[in-house]
């Protein structure tokens, strides 16, 4: 019992030397100090839950864009893909036709576009009564391509354009009339067989004398400006077949006619 009363006894003493006016101020001190805690403990509560909240945006952004880093990563390892549309556009670049900043134009509307020739749909439906082997239209991103079989335009090692060809060229003129703003290259395209030994009368200069009678006939009796007119021999160095059978050159041996769209004519197919 004697051990418990001696610092009771102490307690007693030292309070009983504190002036009371001092003890009143001590405990009014205390009693601030302890709300100041409080007030630091909740706003310090409050940033930490900031602080948590923001870092689950930030982790979920990191997500976002570690997925946008993994797609175009895969796009860039995808080799690019060249259209037949392409292969001309740069034609017309090189020749000098188009500059780069029309080229660009061009893509980016095409692609804006997707391609969709709204204006064609009375081309397709009259090309229609002809069979895939003798006239094929295909559309690609704004360009068009129109292969006619040369059966239907000549006769063997001939340029000269034969009756029956009047029909599918008067077709054909029809649309370019209509689209006064359109350019076009006219490529005449052979098969592998040499049909003459003169250097001077090869294929070279049979695909070259074919284009160059579709062109003439365009401007001379259905009078399509000659500036829109390209007209190129492709010799038998572009087949779309087998030149070791007689089906393939047969399919070989053709007039390809590319149509371009202009920028304005483009961005007012879709309207």
């Known amino acids: 019992m004697k051990k418990y009363l001696i610092p009771f006894v102490v307690i007693i003493s030292l309070a009983s030397c504190i002036p009371p006016g001092k003890l009143s101020e001590a405990l009014d001190a205390n009693t601030l100090l302890n709300s100041k805690y409080d007030t630091l403990k909740n706003k310090m509560s409050d940033t930490v839950a900031n602080l948590t909240s923001s ?35 740069n034609q017309m670049l090189g020749l000098s036709l188009l500059s780069k900043s029309e080229l660009a134009g061009i893509k980016t509307t095409n692609g804006n576009n997707g391609g969709d020739n709204v204006w064609l749909d009375g081309f397709k439906a009259d090309m229609k009564k002809y069979t895939a082997a003798d006239a094929d239209v295909r559309l690609n991103k704004g360009y068009v391509f129109v292969d006619i079989s040369d059966k239907i335009l000549f006769n063997s090692s001939s340029y000269t354009l034969t009756k029956k060809s009047k029909q599918i060229l008067a077709t054909i003129a029809s649309l370019l009339q209509a689209q006064p ?41 259905y009078k399509i400006n000659p500036k829109r007119i390209i007209a190129a021999g492709r010799s038998q160095y572009v087949p779309v077949d087998d030149n070791k059978t007689k089906a393939g050159r047969l399919n070989n041996r053709r007039i390809r006619i590319v149509i371009m769209p202009t920028v304005t004519q483009v961005m007012n197919l879709s309207k």
């Open 55 to 89: 870092l689950t945006v930030l982790k979920s952004n990191l997500n976002i864009l570690q997925d946008s880093v993994s797609y175009y990563r895969a796009i860039a390892s995808k080799p690019p893909v060249i259209t037949e549309g392409d292969v001309f556009l």
């Open 181 to 221: 703003d359109l350019t076009f290259m006219i490529e005449g395209h052979t098969d592998s067989k040499a049909f003459k030994k003169n250097a001077a009368n090869d294929n070279w200069s049979l695909s070259v004398n074919r284009a160059t009678a579709v062109a003439r006939i365009l401007q001379t009796k």
